[in-house]
């Protein structure tokens, strides 16, 4: 099937170059230039990756984002004319995959759009069973552990993606702020001490007879699977 991206933007020059490279590339599209509309077409038929701009009329793009990352995980590429740092900070905190600043050049786009989808289409046939009962979704930020849903934060779910995927290791705190909080440099050591005991409390009240995340004094934690006890 073709994949079909959404583009919200309200520009329509900009959004006529958009459709023509994307089509040319080999994927459907489908243009609003509002940002209700968008959302609207983001929770009734979701396509498979939306480019979103910031500003729009209706509704601003940030907003739209975190609406539709309520019901739908698909991935979402934010497409913006402010170029601050904390403007970035807050696309990406709400749940944007990427952030593209204008002036841009279409193929940029396209080449983004590619390399996004191919992230989430890999993390979705890698979404398997870590141990015998822990499995992570990383295109929706899902975790199950046997069949039950965690109901973890982003924040949580980056942490514990990191620790799965080195069974055994341990991290240093530092290393921890490093890969899974890379994206925020106001995060300290105590947050990384926070999150983990969150996750332990979620964990543990699935399955309360194993410790998932064991506390290495002095250097860091690691993470044990079911089938390693």
């Not at 039950?148 to 990191?162: D, K, N």
């Not at 194993?210 to 993470?223: C, D, K, N, P």
Request: with cysteine; hydrophobic share 45%; glycine share 6%.
């Amino acid at each position: 099937m073709t994949p079909r991206v959404l583009i919200v933007e309200d520009e329509p020059d900009i959004a006529s170059v958009l459709q023509d490279y994307l089509r040319v590339a080999g994927y459907d599209t489908e243009h609003v230039a509002d940002g209700r509309a968008g959302l609207e077409r983001l929770l009734q038929d979701p396509p498979e990756l939306t480019l979103l701009d910031v500003m729009l009329p209706g509704m601003d793009g940030v907003t739209v984002l975190r609406e539709a990352r309520v019901h739908m995980h698909r991935p979402i590429i934010l497409l913006t004319a402010r170029i601050e740092e904390v403007d970035r900070l807050v696309g990406l905190d709400a749940g944007a995959d990427d952030y593209i600043c204008k002036p841009f050049s279409p193929r940029e786009v396209v080449a983004r759009v590619r390399a996004v989808l191919r992230r989430t289409q890999a993390g979705a046939a890698e979404a398997a069973p870590v141990g015998r009962a822990l499995v992570l979704d990383e295109t929706r930020w899902q975790a199950t552990l046997d069949g039950a849903a965690l109901s973890l934060t982003r924040r949580e779910f980056h942490l514990l993606q990191v620790l799965v995927r080195s069974p055994g290791r341990i991290f240093s705190r530092g290393q921890l702020l490093d890969l899974a909080y890379d994206d925020d440099a106001d995060v300290t050591e105590r947050a990384v001490d926070s999150h983990v005991k969150n996750l332990r409390r979620k964990l543990a009240a699935a399955a309360p007879t194993h410790e998932w995340i064991r506390s290495v004094y002095g250097v860091g934690f690691a993470f044990e699977p079911a089938g390693a006890s």
